[in-house]
């Protein structure tokens, strides 16, 4: 039963001896037959309250509640996420100097929002510390911090404190409605613990005008502290940690008229102090050697989830995430399931932290990911990169893999990281409904790799050959390609050589140029490899309306993509025909090949079945 100060049973008690008191007020005789009614006792003030209002994460829409505030004369304590700053739906530098030169306070909220409790101590450090020194930077005396997720643990606590900060805010140790019934209604003043600030849980949307009033009004009579804690505050919003600017006002001006025994302060200013010097967090590690990924198997645990791991999704989908028996090696997996699929992904990947889970990578190296999956729809690698001030930034995706059943091994290299970058995090996701398992993940440094043994003789250096697996507008590991003034068309078709799939291109309005699918040309994931001086045997099937012919292209020593040479002309056929063709010797310094049959005019040309051999033990065509 929702209970008001009227209603609650306590409350109605002291009030009917109230009541009673009055109406028999003390009458006695000071002389016979005269009567003097006594007057009551002067009411004693109220202990003073303090309500500190606070805003958790330096979200974009707590601006219209700090012009709210500012408005009515009143300050409020906003705990900023450095690496959030100046991001999409985050507030900017130029936002947090308006708030401060109003008078409101800046705080700490560490660089990425991580739970402070799971990591290891250095990189709890480097969140808090550097949180600090990155507000110092943009001009931000800063003596008051909040845990994400109220996780805290002395150890943090302790952390919290060495970094220079006055005080640190935990949630949910304050009685409310909606939890902690028996706990203390206020904090003290001063509070016994300054690095583990009691006060009520998050404010959501389940609170109401008279849940915020009510958390005050009781306080009032002990009085003590009130810091509430806010997230939102959006007129709409899907976040259930949103209130409407609406109710937020109304809070604020009912605030502003309580009796001069409740004020409103800042943290800062009910802890006091003077700030303390700046401490930098131990600095990110260098980049290691062999797999760069931490807790690769997924198997060491910590609160049930996977140590250095997150979950990682944006748009609007419903996505769960659950440990599952066995893994690829070891004793599990993580599991993904989605739901209710409309735009965005979901995905598992390495802590977007400062490096202590992070991979350490360096600007203008390649690096070969790798994982072990099953899912019932298409997945891809999804690439971030951490800036110098701890920041994350989406990179690049790489080209689609397909279904699998079993456990299959997705490996992809990365173009070279971004100058300023100092970490790399990726992982699998599901852009669809669908169930996606993996395990096993690694990233190796491809300056480190040894290079990739021979493939046996025989082998079909064509990654989708068949073009079967989908990969978004082309099939997996193929592209297009073409120049010159034409107009191309591409379409994946039934009327295969073999399997079900086979890609046509039409060409229309054709002048010059010419148009083509070949496998990806890219680092290594797709592109087949090859060996400078070695010869190969390329083979197409096809169907064509016109003449055609092989153009192929080859990936230097410095890893970019140079024309090569073509085939002679291949006729036109009604029926699917293998084209075949031997290279001349690889060029020096040459890694990989790309090829593809072309359309150098107005035509519809159909290929399936591609392959490349090493003319050594390669099959008869």
């Not at 992904?345 to 994982?371: E, F, V």
Request: hydrophobic content about 40%; some cysteine; overall charge neutral.
């Amino acid at each position: 039963m929702k209970t008001t100060p009227e209603s609650e049973p306590g409350r109605t008690r002291v009030l009917q001896l109230l009541r009673a008191g009055a109406t028999a007020l003390v009458v006695f005789a000071l002389a016979a037959g005269t009567a003097v009614v006594a007057a009551p006792p002067a009411q004693a003030a109220l202990p003073p309250t303090v309500v500190s209002l606070s805003f958790d994460d330096g979200n974009a829409d707590q601006l219209a509640a700090a012009n709210t505030l500012t408005q009515l004369g009143l300050k409020g304590t906003f705990y900023i996420t450095s690496g959030f700053v100046n991001n999409p739906g985050y507030l900017t530098v130029a936002n947090l100097n308006t708030m401060k030169s109003a008078g409101h306070e800046i705080g700490g909220h560490t660089v990425t929002h991580p739970d402070l409790t799971t990591l290891p101590a250095d990189e709890a450090t480097r969140q808090i510390c550097n949180d600090r020194v990155n507000l110092s930077k943009w001009g931000f005396t800063t003596t008051s911090f909040a845990y994400p997720f109220a996780a805290e643990n002395a150890a943090v606590q302790t952390i919290a404190k060495n970094c220079g900060y006055n005080s640190a805010r935990g949630l949910g140790d304050i009685q409310t409605r909606f939890g902690c019934q028996g706990c203390a209604l206020a904090e003290t003043i001063p509070p016994a613990n300054p690095y583990m600030i009691q006060a009520p849980d998050e404010v959501d949307n389940t609170w109401t005008l008279a849940d915020l009033q009510s958390v005050v009004t009781k306080a009032e009579p002990a009085g003590g502290w009130i810091e509430l804690t806010f997230h939102h505050i959006a007129a709409t919003s899907a976040d259930p940690l949103n209130i409407t600017p609406t109710l937020f006002s109304q809070f604020a001006k009912w605030l502003k008229a309580r009796p001069t025994t409740t004020s409103v302060k800042t943290v800062n200013q009910v802890i006091g102090g003077t700030a303390k010097a700046l401490v930098n967090g131990p600095p990110v590690p260098p980049q290691g050697t062999g797999n760069l990924v931490r807790n690769p198997g997924l198997e060491t645990l910590v609160g049930g989830v996977p140590q250095c791991w997150q979950a990682g999704a944006y748009g609007t989908n419903t996505y769960a995430f659950t440990r599952v028996t066995p893994g690829h090696t070891g004793t599990s997996a993580e599991k993904l399931v989605m739901t209710g699929y409309q735009n965005g992904d979901a995905k598992w990947l390495p802590a977007l932290d400062l490096g202590g889970c992070s991979p350490t990578a360096t600007p203008g190296h390649t690096y070969q990911l790798g994982a072990w999956y099953t899912s019932n729809v298409s997945t891809q690698f999804v690439l971030y990169y951490r800036t110098g001030l701890g920041s994350w930034t989406y990179w690049t995706s790489s080209p689609w893999f397909g279904a699998s059943s079993s456990y299959t091994k997705a490996t992809w290299t990365t173009p070279a990281l971004p100058a300023g970058a100092s970490g790399i995090s990726f992982g699998l996701n599901l852009f669809a409904n669908g169930t996606l398992t993996t395990d096993d993940y690694e990233m190796f440094d491809v300056a480190t790799l040894p290079p990739p043994p021979p493939p046996a003789p025989g082998t079909n250096l064509v990654k989708n050959a068949s073009l079967e697996t989908a990969g978004g507008a082309t099939p997996q590991c193929f592209q297009t390609a073409g120049f010159g003034t034409n107009t191309a068309a591409y379409s994946t078709v039934a009327s295969s050589h073999t399997g079900t799939k086979a890609e046509q291109l039409v060409v229309s309005a054709y002048t010059s140029g010419d148009a083509k699918l070949l496998p990806t040309m890219d680092t290594g994931a797709c592109a087949p490899p090859a060996i400078a001086g070695h010869t190969y045997s390329l083979r197409v099937w096809y169907t064509s309306t016109t003449s055609t012919q092989f153009a192929l292209y080859y990936r230097n020593a410095a890893g970019a993509w140079v024309y090569w040479t073509s085939s002679p002309w291949l006729a036109a056929t009604a029926t699917y025909t293998q084209a075949v063709f031997t290279t001349p010797a690889l060029p020096a310094g040459a890694t990989a090949i790309s090829f593809g049959l072309n359309l150098f005019a107005t035509g519809t040309l159909k290929t399936d079945d591609y392959a490349m051999y090493d003319t050594v033990g390669a099959p008869k065509p």
